[in-house]
């Protein structure tokens, strides 16, 4: 059974970089597609962006400028950053493993991440 | 981007009630359509993916149906653990797009 554990800063400040590291076990992060989703409180799931383990991904466009995300296979890990953070960006952050880009079928239990001075 | 619409928004149902839940694509999606429950503090789990293909290890009282732009998911008998929001989301083109959710409360 393959799971997931984001892990990284509950706080970031106003125009700094949010990083996170998604650490997946269970299953090998080569052969998979990996994604980000975020939720902000209250309110309904957005899809960040896809990677696979090549490092080949997919961004969405509305966050595109300011996402990158990379894998790191030694580790059985991927990460998101996102710059230029501002209140808006305050959500619980999820990875998720993405089956064909068809589905998400397991994820992680989520960060909360908040930004505030 | 494809918009997804839910109906209703929030429900108010029973144990052992049969609930449909709606979802609307803007445009057609073909059979990429899945569904997900979500409790307070958890993680979304996956129900059913492609429509209609119930997920390993999800009670057979779940079931979806649709193609094209509208689908449906069905409890059949609600249990009390089923008390939770419920989300679709397409995967028929990038950026994948979820709906804004179905609360489900009891009755």
């Known amino acids: 059974q393959v799971q997931l554990q984001e892990s990284g800063p509950g706080l970031v400040k106003p125009s700094e970089t949010l990083s996170l590291t998604c650490s997946v076990s269970?299953?090998?992060?080569?052969?998979?597609?990996w994604s980000w989703i975020r939720q902000p409180p209250g309110q309904g799931l957005e899809w960040i962006g896809y990677i696979y383990h090549s490092g080949s991904s997919n961004y969405n466009l509305s966050l595109k400028s300011r996402v990158t995300m990379s894998v790191d296979t030694s580790k059985n890990q991927f990460s998101l950053k996102l710059s230029s953070v501002t209140a808006a960006d305050t959500a619980v952050y999820y990875c998720?493993?993405?089956?064909?880009?068809?589905?998400?079928?397991?994820w992680g239990q989520g960060i909360l991440v908040t930004v505030s001075a | 981007d494809i918009q997804m619409t839910q109906s209703p928004s929030s429900l108010s149902a029973s144990v052992g009630d049969r609930v449909t839940i709606s979802c609307r694509a803007s445009?057609?999606?073909?059979?990429?359509l899945n569904w997900y429950q979500q409790k307070p503090g958890k993680a979304p789990n996956l129900l059913i993916y492609a429509a209609s293909n119930l997920q390993t290890g999800v009670p057979s009282r779940f079931s979806g149906s649709g193609s094209g732009a509208d689908f449906t998911l069905t409890i059949s008998s609600l249990q009390p653990e089923d008390f939770a929001t419920y989300f679709c989301q397409q995967s028929f083109s990038i950026p994948d797009t979820f709906g804004p959710g179905t609360r489900l409360d009891i009755k």
């Open positions: 269970g299953g090998s992060i080569i052969g998979s597609w």
């Open positions: 445009q057609r999606i073909s059979t990429s």
């Open positions: 998720a493993r993405s089956n064909y880009k068809q589905f998400f079928d397991f």
